[in-house]
C-alpha cells in the first residue's frame, strides 16, 4: 500500500530519509550539503590539448590546485557518486559532533533518495532529502517541466513530501534546493512559484539557490510574495558569492528570510563560476555573520560546505563535511562568538526551519514584516501599492491608533492649552527641540506663516534660501497674510551662503529699502533633493543674522531625517535658530500635525496669531496622542528611512538611462531623471502605478521618490525591477 502522509502528521516534526523524528533529535546541522550529484554535464571538454588532458585525468592529488582554480575542469571530480566514499565522510562529520545534514539535491542535480537512507542507516546520522527542480539548464530532458502547468508542479513536490520520492517511499522534509538563474527564466519563475506554494500545503521550509547576481535575491522575494510563501521559513542560499555590499545584505535580512553561508572551506580568492565576485574566505564569512548578529539577525543564519566536487571530500584532500565542527567553530569562538550565538545558528535556526510548520494559517506570508494592503488602482487587478509619492501619506502606527483611541474617551478641554494630551506634546516637543516651549498647529506650513507673522511687519522682508517651501509651496502666504516679502540668497546644496546674505542684509535699513523682518533657512531642503544641512553651515547662517539683529526661524519640517543622516540630535540643529517647525506627519507617521517652538514669549504670541489665521482647534487631544507616539517611538526610524532611499538609488542607478540627480542620497528624497528616446514620464508614471508603486511628477522633467516607514528595505529590490519593467 502506498504511503500517505498528512500535513497533521508532519506537524511538530522533522522528516528524514529513515523518517520522522523530533525536533531535539537533529543536533548539530549542515543546512546545505550534497551525498550524491550528477554535475558532469556541466563540464565542457576543452579543445586545447593540456586541459583536454586533465579534463580527462583520474582524480589524484597532483590535480588539487589546478582544480580548486578551474571551473569543472575534470570530468571525475563532478560526479558523486561512491556510496562507500559518502558512509567514511559522514562518518567523520559524525564523529566530530555531527547529528544531521540536509542533502539538498533536488531534480538537476543527481537526488538519490535509496543511498541517502543507506547512507543514514550505516552512519546512524539524520539526512533530510531536498525536492522540487534545479536551475532549467540542469532540467533532465525526460522531467518535461518546461511543459507542465504550474499545479502539476506543486502535486509533485507536494507528492515527494506527502508521499515519496522517485517512486520510493522515502519522503523529502525540505523543499530545494530550488534553482534560479538571473534573470529567472519563465519556467523557474513557474517552479519557484509552485514552490511557494507547495509550502503553504506542506509546511516546510524552502531553500532558494539564486542566480548568480546581486539583484537575484530581490526578484526572488518578489515571486515568493505572490505565492504568498513564508519568508521567514525560506533559505537564501549561497550568500557568500551573491552579496557582499552590506547594506544590501541587511535590507535582504530585514526580508524575514534566513541567510545561508554554505561555502565555508573554499578559500579562493575568486568564484569561478561568476568572476566579479571576490569570495570571501572564512574569516570573512565569519564577520559577515558577526555583522549580521550585531543588526540584531542572528536567528536568520545558517551554515554549510555545498560539497558537491570530489576534491571537496577528505579522501581526496578537501576539507570535508566535518570542517565547520572541527574548524570553524574553534574559530567563532576565538572571534568572539558566544555559545548561545553559536548554537542558534547550527542547532536552533536549523531546528525551526526543519520542523514541519502546525497548519497552513502558520504560513501568511507577513510574518514578521510589516506589508502594505492591497488596493485597486486604475481599475487593475487588486495589488500591493507602494506609494513612495510623499512621506505624509505614511500610515499610523498601531499605537498611534490605540493612544487616539484612549484620547477620545477622555473629557475635552474648553480652554486653549488646558488639554492635558496636547499639553505633554508641546512640552516633549519643545525638550526635544531645545527651546523653552512649543505650540501644537494642524501643519507644518502653518508653524511657518505663524513664524513670518510673529516677526515681520507688513512690507518687512523674509529672506529665504532658493527653492525654499515657503517660497515654491505654501501658496504666497507670507505675503497674503503678513505682507511680507520673499526674496531669495543663494545657496549650495541647500544651505545659505553666509557671503550671500551678508550682501542681502547690506543695504537695509534706510534709502528707501525695506527692513529685513527674518531669515527662513530649511532642513533638510526639500527641493535640494533632500539635502541635510550641516551644523556648521547653520551656525554661519545665524552668526551673520546675530550680527543684523535679525531673527532666524528654522523649517525642520524633515528635521528629524537630517539628524540622522548627520549623527547629532535635533536640538543640536535647533539652536540655530529662534523658532524651529516640525511636522509630526511627514515621516514619523502621525495622520496630522506639526509644532512650533521657541521662546515662551514667542509662543504665547504664536497662540494668538494661530487663532487669527484659523487653526486655533479644540479639542486637540486625539490628535495630539498620535504626535506623542511619533515623537516617542518613529524619530529613531528617520536612519532606516535615509538607509532605504539610499539603496533605491542605488539600485535605480544601475539602469540604462536612469540617473538620481541629487546623488549622492542623503536623507529620504530622490529625485530621479530619466534619458531614453522617447520617454514619456505621465505614460511611464501610469505603468508603474499599474504595477502597484507610485512616485511623484516633479520639477523640470523629474520623478520624486520619498521613502517613509511603510516602505520597508525588503520593497526595494521589488521596486527596482517594477520600474525597470516599466520604462
Partial sequence: MEKQTSRKTLSGKVQTVLGLIDTDALGLTLTHEHLFTQMSHIAKEPSEPVARDLFHAPLDMNLLGAIRHGRAVNLEDCRLDDETSAIEEVAIFKKAGGGTLVDASSIGVGRDPRALARVSSATGLNIVMGCSYYVEANYPPESGVEAKDEDTIVDEIVGDIFTGADGTEIAAGIIGEVGCSWPLTATERKVLRASGRAQRITGAALSIHPGRHSKAPGEIVEVLREAKADLNRTIICHMDRTLDNHDMILELAASGCVLEYDLFGSENSYYPWALPVDMPNDARRLGLLQLLVAEGFGDQIVISHDICFKHQLVRHGGHGYAHIPANVVPLMRRKGFDEETIHAILVDTPARLLTFAADETDLSGTQGQSEPA???????????????????????????????????SETPAIEFRDDTIVTRLEKLSAELLGKEDALFCPTCTLCNQIAVNAFCRPADILLVPANAHVLTSEGGAAAALSGAQVEVVETKRGAMLPDALEVALGHQPGGGRPRVGLIMMENTHLRA???????????????????????????????????????????????????????????????????LAGTAELIAEALEIRQRFGGGWRPAGIPAA????????????MAEDNKNAQSLARGLAEIEGVSVINGPVETNILLIAV?????????????????????????????????????????????????????
Wanted: charged share 25%; with cysteine.
Fill in 374 to 408: 492591497a488596493v485597486s488602482i486604475k481599475g487593475t487587478a487588486a495589488v500591493e501599492r507602494l506609494d513612495l509619492r510623499s512621506d505624509f501619506i505614511s500610515r499610523p502606527t498601531e499605537a498611534m491608533m490605540e493612544a487616539m483611541v484612549a484620547a477620545g
Fill in 529 to 595: 533633493g533632500g539635502r541635510a544641512i550641516p551644523e556648521d553651515k547653520m551656525k554661519a547662517v545665524a552668526e551673520v543674522a546675530a550680527a543684523h539683529g535679525i531673527p532666524v526661524h528654522l523649517d525642520g519640517s524633515r528635521l528629524f531625517n537630517a539628524a540622522a543622516f548627520l549623527g547629532v540630535e535635533a536640538k543640536d540643529l535647533a539652536r540655530h535658530a529662534d523658532t524651529v517647525s516640525l511636522s509630526l506627519n511627514k515621516g514619523l507617521s502621525a495622520p496630522l500635525g506639526a509644532v
Fill in 675 to 727: 534619458d531614453r528616446p522617447g520617454f514619456d514620464r505621465k505614460g511611464f508614471l501610469d505603468r508603474l502605478a499599474g504595477k502597484g508603486v507610485l512616485l511623484m511628477s516633479y520639477d523640470e522633467g523629474t520623478i520624486r521618490a520619498v521613502l517613509h516607514k511603510d516602505i520597508t528595505a525588503a520593497h526595494i529590490n521589488g521596486i527596482v525591477r517594477k520600474f525597470e519593467e516599466a520604462l
Fill in 626 to 637: 498620535a504626535g506623542i507616539v511619533a515623537l516617542e517611538q518613529m524619530t529613531g526610524c
